[in-house]
């Protein structure tokens, strides 16, 4: 039997896990992330941490089919990324310089959550769909769209960037991409909890949110379902900003499925009954047709794609 690795490179750690040729997650493991600014660590660290585990299990290299790798940034047709901003390295080609770590077994990158909806469609919550998009709302706002069961990555590695289209012209902060308004600003987890801020800071409506000096989405998310006005309000606001977008997405590439991962998703049916509602509210050619899921592969989501990139 032949196996593959399927990685997930994070800013805080680099998950791993081995998979038989059937799919079957035999074991996984990570370790922390630390290029020290050198993409060659970063090869290293994988090469490594692969060579390690797969010796323990009596795994050769050459037994492996390779390695897939979910990566956090656009990755190009040619495997080129230009910039991994949040790990402090430049220039990056995973696909022709890791192979040198290895002693040559194949390896395929693609953006993370890129690799997440790969392992959503193919063993989570949108297993029963070959046509999907999968929006992770956690720090950030991830985005990842498979098409006809192919990723739809673009030409230029910015394909599913739904986190940085803008979808408030007024908005005079910045968002970390540099731009204003971006989606991300208001319905990730940090723009979940920054719009019931503003709310707090802006209204006299009693809340058990008030005089808290920090608050969190799910602090925002557990109010709401518990009752509370201004949290709903303040959830509703953030999720109509979500179905605006997605709707669009809809009319551009009418997916079967959307499904909901990322911390915020643990709001559960309560946080998709809000999503439906805004999201329908969009839609005046015809009902709308795409189901809309939770994410089952947790934080494995990104090593299930990563590998079956791999398996194929």
């Not at 490594?48 to 050459?62: F, H, N, P, W, Y």
């Not at 959550?113 to 046509?131: I, T, V």
Request: charged letters at 25%.
């Amino acid at each position: 039997m032949r196996y593959c690795i399927g990685v997930d490179v994070g800013g805080t750690t680099i998950k791993f896990g081995l998979f038989s040729e059937d799919g079957h997650l035999a074991k996984k493991w990570e370790i922390p992330t630390q290029t020290e600014g050198r993409k060659e660590k970063l090869y290293a660290d994988i090469a490594a941490s692969v060579r390690e585990e797969t010796q323990k299990e009596g795994i050769a290299l050459t037994e492996l089919a390779g390695v897939g790798v979910g990566i956090p940034g656009p990755v190009k047709k040619d495997g080129q990324i230009g910039a991994l901003v949040n790990l402090g390295v430049y220039d990056v080609n995973l696909d022709q310089e890791l192979p040198a770590f290895l002693d040559g077994i194949t390896v395929r990158a693609v953006n993370d959550a890129n690799a997440a909806a790969l392992g959503e469609m193919w063993q989570g919550g949108g297993k029963d769909f070959d046509s999907l998009v999968l929006l992770t709302l956690g720090t950030g706002l991830g985005c990842g769209i498979i098409e006809s069961g192919r990723l739809v990555s673009g030409s230029f590695g910015m394909g599913g960037e739904l986190g940085h289209i803008q979808v408030e012209m007024d908005e005079k902060e910045a968002c970390n991409c540099g731009g204003h308004g971006c989606l991300e600003q208001y319905a990730s987890a940090t723009g979940i909890a920054r719009v019931a801020k503003r709310m707090l800071d802006s209204c006299d409506t009693e809340s058990v949110l008030c005089g808290r000096e920090e608050i969190t989405a799910k602090d925002v998310l557990d109010a709401a379902k518990a009752g509370d006005e201004l949290a709903a309000a303040s959830t509703a606001k953030s999720m109509e900003y979500l179905g605006r977008a997605m709707s669009y997405v809809s009319h551009i590439t009418d997916p079967e499925c959307f499904v909901i991962g990322g911390g915020v998703s643990r709001a559960g049916e309560y946080l998709l009954n809000v999503i439906r509602e805004k999201y329908v509210s969009y839609f005046h050619v015809q009902e709308p047709q795409a189901e809309i899921r939770l994410a089952e592969l947790g934080n494995d989501a990104g090593i299930y794609g990563a590998a079956k990139l791999i398996l194929g």
